[in-house]
Every structure is written in structure tokens, then in C-alpha cells.
């Protein structure tokens, strides 16, 4: 019997860079209003910056492709991945400033984030060509909006060629591109992105049942205008998550959050969308996936700060070990 140990599954990650600044404030800020903050936290941050990193220590071996500038942030940007031992080979420094974001984080745990994208979004169709081969080594490829579209149109569109299913997270939300809607396979979105993407007639609000039937009736037009998208994935925060697929179309997982007190949700989502990943680079089933996704977001909403909360694989297990977690649910969607 072989004592070698079992090889880390490769992901590929259309990552981004912002150096990210968060005040601690009593509420979100009125237009117009000035607060006082109660404290503040400069880190490296950005949604593909975090998947990156939460993926590598929940056990992937994750390459990235990220654009940074030539500056002084770029330099901690590339010290982080090291530490991380996440793949910089396509970390791109390139001309101007890297990013920079701005949150305002509420005491309830409620956040408000504006992002400077600068040197993410000088990327191109040429940057990802250099990274076909580490694209053709993954067994799951990640993309996200603070980032070049092109970027992520041209590593979706070689991935989806060669089988690589690709996730993709439509935040900040915008609407896809057609080429997108034609290579991507599972599709992750908050309750205010659901909104836009399925455009359905009221924000999802009330109950999980409630929220998931209103879903559904924007179901039948988003499998026709995403021809290749076989799953989507729906977070709603306190509530939990829940997944349809492509061939059921009678009902949908659901899986309830873990019981936390919210500290700060910025980066949640992330983690989510890292646990999920994960558990779909372990081939688990799609209820195992949405378990593992909001035990990780769970985590870091628990904690203030986001690199810091992303957690490991040893603190996932530690979570998913825990007594009374949320077993999923099949709920049954009613006849449209």
C-alpha cells in the first residue's frame, strides 16, 4: 500500500486585487451623512483574491491570474500568494495602480463596499493564452466581476472547450455576456443578484419555500438564455442557500445557515463560493456542496476581517463536525 499522499485537486481562478480599507461604523452611513467610525482594517482583499486563498488552504492547489500594479501594494499582493502557497506565475504587474476598495461595516454585521478596480481590468484574452496550461490542468475554473470581462470570456470559453466546468460568481452584478451565458456550467449569486439575473418581479424576501418558488419562475427563461449552466446556486445570507439543477425540475436543495452571530459579511459570499467549489473538486453531491459552502461563510460572518477568517481545512472539518448542523432539504416547487 502506497503512504504517498493523495494528490491536491487544481483549480484555476480569474482573481482580482483591491487593497481593501474597512471602517467599523454604529449604521450604514445616509447619503450625505458623516459618522464616526469605531475602527478600521487595511488588508489585501478582492472577491477572486479571496476564493483564491480560501480554496488553497481548504486543500486545492489553486493557480490564479490576477492583474496588479506596479506599486508598493502589488508587492504585499505577491508576498501573500507565496505565503498562501497559492501559484503567482500568472500575477501580471502591470502599468498604473492596482486596485483599492472601500467598505463600511454596520454593527449589525451589515456592509456597504465601493471598489476601484485599476490594474484588474487591464487584463486580457493575451494574459489568459499564457495560462492555457495551467487552465487545462484544472479540474474547476472560477470567475468573478472585479476582474477584465475579457479575461473571464476568453478562460471560460477554453475551459468549457476541454469539459472544465466554470463557476461563475456575476459580482459586483452586471449583466453576462452572451459568451459567458454559452461556458458557464454553475452560476452562484446572492438574493440582490438572483433579482437581476432571473429578472423576476420582487426581490426574494420570506421564508426559504417562498424565496424558491419565486425563483422558479424565472427558471424556464434562464435555462433557455444559458444554453451550457446545469446548476444555480442561490445564497440568502441568514437563511442558508439553495441550489436547482438543470434536470430536476420539480424542486431544489436547500440547506439552512448555521446559527452565528454576525460580525462582518464582507467576504462571506466568498468563502461560500470556496467551500462549494471544494466540495465539487471532492465530488460531493450538491447538498454536501451547499453544506460545506455555508459552514465557510458562516466562519468568516462570524469574525471581523476577511483574510484572517478564511478558514482551512482543519477548521471546515471542525464546522462540519459540530452537532445540529443544518441537514439539507428538498424543497418541492409548485406547478407555475
Not at 477572486?48 to 500594479?69: E, F, H, K, M
Not at 467549489?277 to 476581517?305: D, E, F, I, K, Y
Request: include cysteine.
Amino acid at each position: 500500500m502506497s503512504d504517498a499522499t493523495p494528490a491536491r485537486p487544481k483549480a484555476f481562478v480569474l482573481g482580482n486585487f483591491v487593497q481593501a480599507c474597512c471602517w467599523s461604523v454604529p449604521r450604514l452611513p445616509l447619503p450625505g451623512e458623516t459618522l464616526v467610525a469605531t475602527g478600521v482594517q487595511i488588508e489585501p482583499g478582492g472577491k477572486g483574491l479571496n476564493v483564491a486563498v480560501c480554496l488553497q488552504r481548504l486543500g486545492a492547489q489553486v493557480s490564479t491570474l490576477i492583474g496588479c500594479g506596479s506599486d508598493a501594494a502589488a508587492e504585499q499582493l505577491l508576498a501573500l500568494l507565496q505565503r498562501e502557497g497559492v501559484d503567482t506565475t500568472h500575477v501580471h504587474q502591470l502599468p498604473g495602480a492596482s486596485g483599492w476598495g472601500s467598505g463600511w461595516i454596520g454593527a449589525d454585521g451589515q456592509n456597504a463596499i465601493a471598489v476601484y478596480l485599476g490594474a484588474n481590468l487591464l487584463l486580457t484574452a493575451a494574459h489568459v493564452a499564457q495560462a492555457h496550461s495551467a487552465i487545462d490542468a484544472a479540474k474547476l475554473v472560477y470567475g468573478q466581476f472585479e476582474t477584465s470581462m475579457a479575461a473571464v470570456e476568453a478562460a471560460f470559453e477554453f475551459a468549457h472547450a476541454r469539459g472544465i466546468p466554470c463557476v461563475l460568481n456575476p459580482s459586483p452584478w452586471r449583466p453576462p455576456t452572451p459568451s459567458l451565458h454559452a461556458t458557464t456550467h454553475t452560476l452562484i449569486v446572492n438574493e440582490v443578484e438572483a433579482h437581476g439575473l432571473l429578472a423576476l418581479p420582487a426581490p426574494l424576501a420570506g421564508s426559504a419555500p417562498a424565496c424558491a418558488q419565486l425563483v422558479a419562475q424565472g427558471l424556464d427563461a434562464f435555462w433557455m438564455r444559458w444554453p451550457a449552466a446545469r446548476r444555480l446556486v442561490v445564497t440568502l445570507g441568514a437563511l442558508g442557500s439553495m441550489a436547482f439543477e438543470r434536470s430536476v425540475a420539480t424542486g431544489c436543495w436547500y440547506v439552512l445557515a448555521l446559527p452565528v452571530a454576525a460580525v462582518d459579511t464582507v467576504g462571506a459570499g466568498d468563502a461560500f463560493a470556496s467551500g462549494y467549489c471544494t466540495a465539487v473538486l471532492a465530488r460531493l453531491s450538491l447538498a454536501q456542496a451547499l453544506q460545506w459552502g455555508n459552514a465557510c461563510g458562516a466562519h468568516v460572518a462570524s469574525q471581523a476581517g476577511v483574510l484572517g477568517a478564511l478558514p482551512s481545512a482543519e477548521q471546515l472539518q471542525a464546522m462540519r463536525s459540530q452537532p445540529g448542523l443544518p441537514a439539507p432539504t428538498k424543497l418541492v416547487l409548485a406547478s407555475l
